[in-house]
């Protein structure tokens, strides 16, 4: 039920008639003036990619939402302190959120477009992120379903997925239902073959100190049980049978239950059902609705219970003659666990309509979340310590722990609503000879509200906050000169923007936010952006008080003593967090030679300076453990026992970065000698199509797309047959990083992530990364690989005496996917009709299946660092079959 589009004759000989031009006089410049493709972004700004619907098709794509990802190296933003999600559009308007066209099926686009930053300001935004633009087909109808099985190389588990979309695209209408279920078992560390700690106290299943047999107890308890053993060369006369028995214990914890007991992926179950609903009350009348409600449920396993106790040398139990002390797990009462439910509820709406030449759109929001988390927590073991200590409690039987009960669970309850309205007018203010004054007002107001109640050991702990948040801007566009109007014929085209904002936050006062911007197309293939921005920001809401959770039995590597060993880790909420200052400096690049057909060259300079930012608790270095001390707890030895990882604000971040890269793409042989197929009686999307800028036969502008989308001759899908033409494209970006430092507070020696210092567990930042989008679509077969790669990176464990270093390896983690359209296979379909409207695809998920390998200055892999903690998936298989009715 596609939309067909017909082939206008008048497109197919404007489209010829500039080939012949170019080949008959191959120095004439001839320009094609067209109207807008309906659904385009108004803008004089060149898109830096644009797809059309081969281009789309070659993806292989289920969604929108993996449209996004595959375009993901080319969408994404290098300002401030990293990129996100793009800005989202559909044809050229604003959508109350992702959600409500994520579902879409990729055969209901016409076309993508992705703008550069500057162009989020006419949509009432701050220029931070790129934008995207999805243009639908007029008329649509499709039903589809999908499953994918998916499983790892290394086995352990399984993630299920099922999926029907209902889409239906008329005139004025449009209705899309998704419903989605998914499955995953739980992956446990005896299915990654894992090896615990020996330096924990509770590591392993058993350990005995005192002896100065610190560590795996099985070896050292063998070797008492079977003889008498010497210390500092006083023989000690031990020769007890109860001792093989805890070693018997001991050894049967550690090799069967510990690993069983403790999950590396939860066991997840998830049901997500959305739908959205939008109607054309007249030309320039648009109403949505989205609604969205998701379930999801986990179960982790935390390990074993298990404590330490003193055996005195007076025991009659003791074989020892002196006081020792015995650390070992219990397979009683059961493994310890984390079940959490979460319940989220979304809605919103948009509303467009034109005034006059202006637009005005209102969106409004509302989510709830609603989670329930229950800990069990560790055994009860105040009276086997008394028995042991008292010398009443046979440590060393067969029943020692046996009847243990655990102390009551912990339990936290959150519940978090949003809701927000936004309104933002949008139009031309001023026509000059050298272009449209565009300016765009926003006004908001957000409400949150976040409760939440934790309960542990008795003690109840409420939070509630709430934040009302009143926000306005004004953001502007003035041409400076025009390329065919007076001195913009010489120096090109130049023009300026600005932003300037503020919003009102309840409990955090004014907020400021600005930006400047200067835009320069000396030729209709380059195009020069500059831009200063700078925004104040609050601490979100949930990082503030969200109900704090203790997690035990957390892997955790120790640079101050160089071990790997098992801890308890606090997280929630911190109340004490300031809000963030954040200034921005970017310098861009947009270039598409004439001489390459289908090519666009991208360079960007990013410089960030932020002050009291609020991060993640980063990696306990020596470091950050100097800075943070009270965020940390050890045991009289100075072994680890807990951290709290709780948020935490940097006084300041600074950094530099340079990221380019290129867009390359053409067809597979000679092009489909069948006319351009487009929109009926909408011009080759190069001929000023989507942008309004003319496209010449010596080769366009900028921005090429896919499909050569703006300029470079023009996408032509039909192909003989009917059937989709052969492409091939690909996407690569680097981004080199200059600075990269962090001053946690004055007085504190700053971090140098590009040299030694660390803030993740991943250690410090890459100097080099590099993205990889690209692939090859061939009589109805397609193959597409993404992924990215980072160079290798340290964290010094400098600042105390005997602490250790780390080195981490370079990384390319590169995912494959295979795909073939039955539609295209007409003997597959002639012998099997109900195949029709069918894909079948396989992916291979981390295809090199290249692992972080992280290795101390003696070129050992710290325990807590495994492959296995690390990456528990590795390389994964997924085999999908999708159907369109």
């Given amino acids: 039920m596609d939309d067909v589009q017909s082939t206008g004759s008048t497109v197919a000989n404007a489209n010829d008639a500039i080939e012949d031009t170019a080949q008959d006089t191959p120095s004439r410049e001839i ?131 099922f999926e029907t979309t209902l889409t239906r695209i008329s005139k004025n209408t449009r209705f899309n239902l998704d419903i989605k279920l998914e499955q995953s078992t739980a992956l446990t560390e005896s299915e990654r073959d894992l090896i615990s700690s020996g330096g924990s106290v509770l590591a392993r299943g058993g350990n005995i100190s005192g002896l100065g047999v610190n560590g795996t107890i099985s070896p050292a308890l063998n070797a008492l049980a079977g003889s008498n053993v010497t210390k500092a060369g006083v023989p000690l006369g031990v020769s007890n049978p109860n001792l093989a028995q805890f070693a018997s214990t001991a050894n049967r ?64 139990f003791s074989p020892f003659g002196q006081d020792v002390t015995l650390s070992r797990y219990f397979d009683t009462p059961r493994p310890l666990k984390r079940d959490s439910e979460t319940h989220v509820f979304q809605t919103g709406s948009t509303f ?68 927000d309205v936004r309104s933002t007018l949008a139009g031309t203010a001023l026509k000059l000879p050298t272009g449209d004054v565009q300016l765009t007002f926003a006004s908001g107001f957000t409400r949150q509200m976040l409760d939440s109640e934790t309960w542990r050991s008795g003690v109840t702990t409420d939070i509630s906050l709430r934040r009302n948040n009143m926000n306005h801007s004004v953001n502007a566009e003035l041409p400076l000169t025009g390329r065919d109007f007076g001195l913009g014929a010489v120096i090109g085209e130049w023009s300026v923007n600005g932003n300037i904002g503020y919003s009102d936050l309840s409990d955090f006062g004014t907020l400021m936010e600005y930006g400047a911007g200067l835009r320069w197309a000396p030729a209709r293939n380059l195009t020069f952006q500059a831009s200063i921005t700078g925004d104040e920001n609050a601490p979100g809401i949930g990082q503030l008080g969200n ?36 200034r921005d400096l970017i310098l861009n690049a947009n270039w598409s030679p004439v001489f390459i057909k289908d090519f666009a060259l991208q360079f960007g300079y990013f410089k960030n300076n932020s002050r009291n930012t609020t991060a993640a608790f980063p990696l306990l270095t020596p470091e950050i453990e100097a800075a943070f001390a009270s965020r940390v707890v050890r045991d009289v030895n100075g072994r680890l026992v807990s951290i709290d990882q709780r948020p935490v604000n940097f006084d300041r971040e600074t950094s530099q970065r340079i990221r380019w890269g290129f867009n390359l793409s053409g067809n597979i042989g000679a092009s489909p000698a069948a006319p351009w197929r487009g929109p009926a009686g909408a011009p080759p999307a190069g001929a000023a199509g989507a942008t309004g800028a003319p496209r010449t036969a010596s080769g366009g502008i900028g921005g090429r797309g896919f499909g050569g989308g703006f300029g470079g001759g023009g996408p032509r899908f039909g192909a003989p047959g009917g059937g989709q033409p052969s492409r091939w494209n690909i996407a690569l970006y680097h981004t080199y990083r200059i600075e990269d430092e962090i001053l946690i507070r004055p007085g504190v020696p ?39 790669y980072k160079s290798g990176t340290t964290a010094d464990g400098t600042g105390l005496a005997g602490s250790n270093d780390l080195r981490f390896s370079d990384v390319a983690a590169i995912n494959t996917f295979l795909f073939v359209n039955l539609d295209q296979q007409a003997s597959v379909i002639k012998a099997v009709p109900l195949l029709k409207g069918s894909r079948i695809a396989f992916r291979i998920e981390n295809i090199l299946n290249d692992i972080v390998d992280v290795r101390d200055q003696n070129g050992n892999v710290p325990l807590g660092y495994q492959p296995g903690y690390i990456d528990p998936r590795g390389r994964v298989f997924e085999l999908s079959f999708r159907k369109r009715f």
């Fill in 547 to 582: 109900p704090n959770l203790v997690t035990p039995n957390v892997a955790t590597y120790d640079f101050t003593r160089g071990e790997s060993l098992f801890i308890n880790v606090i997280t929630g909420g911190n109340p004490a967090l300031i809000g963030e200052k954040r």
């Fill in 31 to 161: 320009i094609v003036t067209a109207e807008r493709i309906r659904g385009s972004v108004d803008t004089d700004v060149p898109p830096v990619e644009q797809l059309n619907e081969a281009d789309i098709a070659s993806l292989g794509a289920s969604s929108l939402t993996d449209i996004v990802a595959a375009v993901a190296p080319q969408a994404n933003s290098g300002r401030g302190r990293g990129g996100g999600m793009p800005i989202i559009l559909l044809n050229g308007q604003r959508v109350s959120g992702f959600r409500e066209l994520r579902d879409l099926p990729p055969e209901a686009i016409r076309q993508v477009q992705i703008f550069p930053e500057e162009v989020a300001l006419k949509y009432g935004f701050r220029p931070d992120q790129r934008v995207i633009n999805f243009i639908l087909k007029d008329n649509f109808g499709s039903f589809a379903t999908e499953f994918e099985r998916a499983e790892p190389q290394d086995g352990g588990f399984a993630r299920n997925e």
């Fill in 352 to 419: 467009n309509h034109a005034l006059g030449g202006w637009r005005w759109t209102v969106t409004g929001n509302y989510a709830r979340t609603a989670n329930d988390t229950r800990t069990t927590r560790n055994a009860d073991f105040t009276a086997l310590r008394a028995g042991v200590l008292a010398g009443t409690t046979n440590p060393f039987a067969v029943d020692f722990g046996a009847n243990l009960l655990f102390l009551a669970p912990d339990l936290a309850s959150s519940l978090n609503q949003n809701m």
């Fill in 253 to 316: 914890l550690n090799d069967s239950n510990i690993g069983d007991a403790r999950t590396l992926l939860p066991r997840t179950e998830r049901l997500e059902v959305n739908g959205t609903w939008s109607k054309a009350f007249g030309p320039q009348t648009i109403l949505s609705l989205n609604a969205n409600y998701a379930l999801t449920g986990n179960e982790s396993l935390l390990g074993l219970p298990g404590t330490s106790f003193v055996l005195p040398g007076s025991s009659p």
């Fill in 750 to 788: 700053v971090l140098d992530l590009l040299n030694g210092s660390a803030t993740s567990s991943n250690g410090g930042a890459s100097r080099h990364e590099v993205e990889l989008s690209g692939g090859l679509f061939h009589k109805g077969f397609g193959l597409r690989l993404q992924g990215t």
